[in-house]
């Protein structure tokens, strides 16, 4: 219906995407035109807002979580029988194996912590490359069954290039980690920065600044946990919902323009 107002959700930096260079200019176009059109403008991260947008039309939501698959029972489920053989201490990262991944980073970490067992659970578009024997890929699981993984891990990690499609990333894998307990070392991203502490997030920049702050993570394992399912719960799907709600509901009740 031409009368509904047009909302604009803003959830990633798209002329950042690698190959989407010479599309650029045509996102950066449609982009400005849905601007001048829209309403009302939503973004997960501050810097996504444009900087000549109108501020008052627009809304942060950030990513979140569904709390709902995160009970206190599942900080103590059984172990996965895929991870029983595995030593500890456990690092597990959850997601797209894409290009946005640092594969490179990874392997430079995992050869300098040949103590630890490094996990990957997620789905790959082409073959991962040769990795360190300490890394192990999973593949691809469903959300209800990662809580038992991230129960039986002792950090996750947030390893992806630092470019400036990352840089504006407000990142999922943050707050399930959050949910499910663990401490988090994560590439410099605007969104999480504000929870940067010990125990809750180190951010690292290169190989040897991330097997430091994975070091000092690990021992914070049983620590601080409902400090980080409190950062959880206040990104809970259903609190967010609600929040985008709020951006709506004073548009639908405005009669339509003549």
């Not at 990795?131 to 950090?155: I, M, S």
């Not at 959050?178 to 410099?188: D, K």
């Not at 799907?237 to 323009?257: I, N």
Request: proline letters at 12%.
């Amino acid at each position: 219906r031409q009368d509904l107002p047009v909302v604009f959700d803003i959830v990633d930096n798209w002329t950042s995407y690698p190959g989407m260079e010479r599309a650029a200019a045509m996102i950066q176009d449609c982009q400005r035109r849905i601007l001048r059109e829209c309403r009302a403008l939503v973004a997960t991260t501050e810097s996504l807002i444009p900087p000549d947008f109108d501020r008052a039309r627009a809304t942060v939501i950030p990513n979140g979580v569904s709390m709902s698959l995160y009970p206190e029972s599942a900080l103590t489920g059984p172990e996965p029988s895929d991870l029983k053989d595995l030593p500890r201490p456990r690092v597990i990262y959850t997601g797209a194996l894409w290009e946005w991944f640092d594969f490179p980073l990874l392997t430079a970490v995992a050869e300098r912590m040949r103590e630890a067992t490094f996990l990957l659970i997620g789905f790959n578009k082409k073959p991962l490359p040769p990795l360190p024997p300490n890394v192990r890929f999973l593949g691809p699981r469903k959300q209800t069954e990662l809580p038992g993984y991230y129960a039986h891990c002792d950090a996750g990690l947030i390893p992806f290039r630092e470019d400036e499609l990352s840089r504006h990333v407000n990142p999922l894998k943050f707050y399930e980690y959050m949910a499910g307990g663990l401490p988090c070392v994560s590439v410099p991203m605007v969104p999480i920065q504000p929870y940067a502490a010990p125990g809750i997030l180190e951010i690292a920049s290169g190989a040897d600044a991330f097997v430091r702050a994975i070091r000092a993570q690990i021992p914070q394992r049983g620590a601080l946990i409902s400090e980080r399912r409190r950062i959880a719960l206040a990104h809970d799907w259903d609190a967010l919902g609600r929040r985008f709600e709020q951006v709506l509901e004073p548009l639908l009740g405005e009669p339509p323009a003549p």
